[in-house]
């Protein structure tokens, strides 16, 4: 007599083998997995694999949750959309959940929020480069997001004082201190200097 296996055992046993292309279940179960063993990791699906994502340094956590506070005192008092930060994931047409460390989805895309992933192309996705972050798959997973339907993509690399935003129509534009960011496409009127998103040294 055999017994079934638990999803426990399932997704241990699927996830031992490359060529299995793992599902947003199996994503959940692993979520609820380190959920009971009290364990806080970030987790993205990713052409059919689970990938662990650790925190982030204290300086990229900074810089996003300035980028999200700018946007969102634009944002919210217009009604313009939602503003999400690194720990909202989104389902993609690839079947792809990611989650950008800022996300904006315009009001009309997104008339109300539910208690699961969204499932669509954030129109804004910001990415910030932490310590242990390579710049090539940071882009590669913007560049993946424009391909995918996102009207605008920001990467902010902290160690070189850069924030660079890619667009569909348009080769990427680099913007540095003394410069200020804008997104006309999406949020006409609001604009932000480079260098307000740098954490302030205190006396």
Same mark, same amino acid.
């Given at each position: 007599?055999?017994?079934?296996?638990?999803?426990?055992?399932?997704?241990?046993?699927?996830?031992?083998?490359?060529?299995?292309?793992?599902?947003?279940?199996?994503?959940?179960?692993?979520?609820?997995?380190?959920?009971?063993?009290?364990?806080?990791?970030?987790?993205?699906?990713?052409?059919?694999?689970?990938?662990?994502?650790?925190?982030?340094?204290?300086?990229?956590?900074?810089?996003?949750?300035?980028?999200?506070?700018?946007?969102?005192?634009?944002?919210? #008092?217009?009604? @313009?959309?939602?503003?999400?930060?690194? *720990?909202?994931?989104?389902? +993609? !047409?690839?079947?792809? %959940?990611?989650?950008?460390?800022?996300?904006?989805?315009?009001?009309?895309?997104?008339?109300?929020?539910?208690?699961?992933?969204?499932?669509?192309?954030?129109?804004?996705?910001?990415?910030?480069?932490?310590?242990?972050?390579?710049?090539?798959?940071?882009?590669?997973?913007?560049?993946?997001?424009?391909?995918?339907?996102?009207?605008?993509?920001?990467?902010?690399?902290?160690?070189?004082?850069?924030?660079?935003?890619?667009?569909?129509?348009?080769? #990427?534009?680099? @913007?540095?201190?003394?410069?200020?960011? *804008?997104?006309?496409?999406? +949020? !006409?009127?609001?604009? %932000?200097?480079?260098?307000?998103?740098?954490?302030?040294?205190?006396?």
């Amino acid at each position: 007599m055999t017994s079934s296996l638990t999803d426990r055992e399932d997704l241990q046993i699927r996830s031992a083998y490359p060529s299995t292309r793992l599902t947003v279940t199996d994503l959940e179960q692993l979520q609820g997995i380190l959920s009971e063993a009290h364990l806080d990791y970030q987790l993205e699906l990713v052409d059919g694999k689970i990938i662990v994502r650790g925190p982030s340094d204290i300086v990229s956590s900074e810089i996003g949750a300035e980028f999200g506070r700018l946007l969102l005192n634009w944002v919210k #008092p217009r009604k @313009l959309g939602r503003v999400f930060e690194s *720990s909202g994931g989104f389902i +993609l !047409p690839n079947s792809n %959940v990611t989650a950008p460390d800022v996300s904006f989805v315009t009001a009309d895309r997104l008339k109300q929020s539910k208690r699961y992933f969204a499932e669509l192309v954030p129109d804004l996705v910001v990415e910030i480069k932490s310590q242990c972050d390579r710049l090539k798959p940071l882009r590669q997973k913007i560049l993946s997001f424009i391909e995918l339907g996102a009207k605008v993509g920001i990467l902010i690399d902290p160690d070189k004082r850069t924030v660079t935003i890619y667009t569909p129509t348009a080769e #990427p534009v680099v @913007l540095r201190d003394g410069d200020m960011i *804008s997104i006309p496409e999406l +949020l !006409p009127g609001w604009e %932000v200097a480079v260098t307000e998103l740098w954490p302030i040294e205190f006396e």
